[in-house]
């Protein structure tokens, strides 16, 4: 039963059929083979009570933040002022694109609209200094990546919900490793520069003064982050409730800009619209799913087999690591996220494993899976933003080094968990 899921899955989306459809017509195939349709009569309860979730609240909230501070020239300021401090490094500008991703991971939770609004600002700086191309939008592609792990992120927030974890403590969790690799980014770039292949005229020099003047258009991002998870962690606000902070933040912040207008309005909330409705019909979909698989016994039939295998808890993970990055060719990750974590996840808990460290670690996995063809979404944006005519195949080599990276922030993921519980322990406990 649990192969005739996968192949159901695998088969339906290399066919090209979109991912909730997928979902929910697995679902119902399942449910009339196996128990002669006698779930569906479930469905529609399940899909209302579901859907009236207040922590689901948050998404189109958070979404809708992304959106205002996209159009409100933000980002492209803040990218300016960032370039000032980190130019000097080598590597340059490709500095500039990590460290504004961070920022403005910190304020979309998206890393489709990190990747897509970094790397719109970015692009002209290659010819400008120049950068060597596919160097460069690896690093944008690889800096998109941290929407989805520096809070606040909407994959946490799903994976919070699936599996009954507390979001305040994974927003928490995800900050030292979303840190962290950051941080391995610059290194990889560093060392690419070091090495020749970051192109010629890379160094962006500026003056003292230049840098302190352009720190006021690092504020406005970093003003967002602290209303949306000082709020939380304050105790001012639940995660709903500081999204809705940070929403009436960042209409403030374009109104005093003068980029408050209706028509920046109307894009924001049809972006909004679009990517919610996205996610909430692949997270209704996929909990159906759910329900079916462990109606069925799929859940405790994979638990039995990977039990039967004799591995330790360690070894346990590396195959489920291993598994995901091999998914992660061939699905989209927020898929891949909420199809796998009803069978996975009751998997890892009875090991012993911390719900709040292997959320982070499935981030993480996912985030690799943003930047490995041939499916990589990242890799996509990235290439749709070029207007040189470059080849698709450019933009894979260059994430190449940060797809090392990932693989190095994994590791010491494993071998060190204090690195995402150490801060949530340490809040609580206090």
Known sequence: MAAVVVALILGLVLLAVPV??????????????????????????????????????????????????????????????????LGWLPGG???????????????SGSSVATAATIGTVAYPEIARHGYRESLFLGSVAAGGTLGILIPPSVPLIVYGVF????IPELYLAGLIPGVLLALLFSGAIAVMAALGL????????????ERLAALVHILPPLGLFLAVVGSIYAGWATATEAASIGVV??????????????????????????TTAMIMLIVLAAMLLNIVVGFLGV????A?????????????????????????????????????IGIVFPIVTALGFDSVWFGILLIVLMETALITPPIGLNLFVVQGIRTSGGGFRDVCVGAAPFVAAMGVLIALLIAFPGLALWLPGYVYSS
Do not use: K
């Open 299 to 302: 859940i405790q039939a994979a």
């Open 163 to 166: 599996t009954q974890t507390s």
């Open 249 to 274: 933040t960042a209409l403030a912040l374009a109104a005093t800009r003068g980029a408050l207008s209706w028509a920046m309005l109307r894009d924001s909330f049809e972006g909004t619209v679009r």
């Open 20 to 85: 909730a459809a997928v979902l929910g017509v697995a679902a119902l195939a399942l449910d009339e083979a196996f128990s002669n349709g006698r779930l569906r009569r479930t469905f529609g309860s399940f899909i209302w009570d579901v859907s009236i979730d207040f922590v689901l609240i948050a998404i189109p909230l958070f979404v809708l933040l992304g959106e205002i501070v996209l159009r409100s020239g933000i980002a492209g300021r803040m990218y300016r002022a960032v370039a000032l401090w």
């Open 93 to 107: 500008l490709m500095h500039a694109n990590i460290g504004c991703s961070a920022i403005f991971a910190a304020t």
């Open 304 to 340: 039995r087999l990977v039990s039967g295998l004799g591995l330790t808890p360690v070894q346990t993970i590396l195959l489920i690591v291993g598994f995901y990055l091999v998914l992660g060719l061939f699905m989209e990750t927020f898929s891949m996220l909420v199809t796998t």
């Open 198 to 209: 970051a192109g010629g005229g890379w160094r962006v020099t500026a003056t003292w003064a």
